[in-house]
């Protein structure tokens, strides 16, 4: 994670908010072909209003990034994650800061390559 992204993330899920905002944390099983023993992980869990928070999108930007039907729609955007019978969503905190840094990159290397190219190629 990036230090802008990481600044920006950490104040997103800053302890000090009221336990019902904090992001919670859960383990869980991973478990690949071929492997005798799953992989049990630790994860930081975010709720949607933080990750509205964390990536300034909406609710409904966020849905359509999922949403294969969608104009908007982003393969590599994070996926939800449901616990048991609840209707609550949560999503990893460290796939949304990966897919933020992802998207950080793009931005600049796309803005540095419209710069040489206007600049004549020398950046």
Known sequence: MNHESK?????????????????STAS??????GDRQPVTRTATMLRRAQVEKILNLSRSAIYARMDRNSDVFDATF???????????????AEE????????VRRTRSSSSDAH????GGAA
């Open 28 to 33: 869980y099983a991973v478990s690949h072909s």
């Open 78 to 92: 994070p996926a939800r994650v449901r616990y048991g019978n609840t209707k609550a969503v949560f999503w990893i």
């Open 116 to 119: 040489s190219q206007k600049s």
């Open 7 to 23: 600044k920006y993330f950490d104040d997103a899920v800053d302890q000090r908010r009221p336990a019902a905002t904090q992001p």
């Open 96 to 103: 949304v800061s990966a897919w933020l840094d992802e998207q």
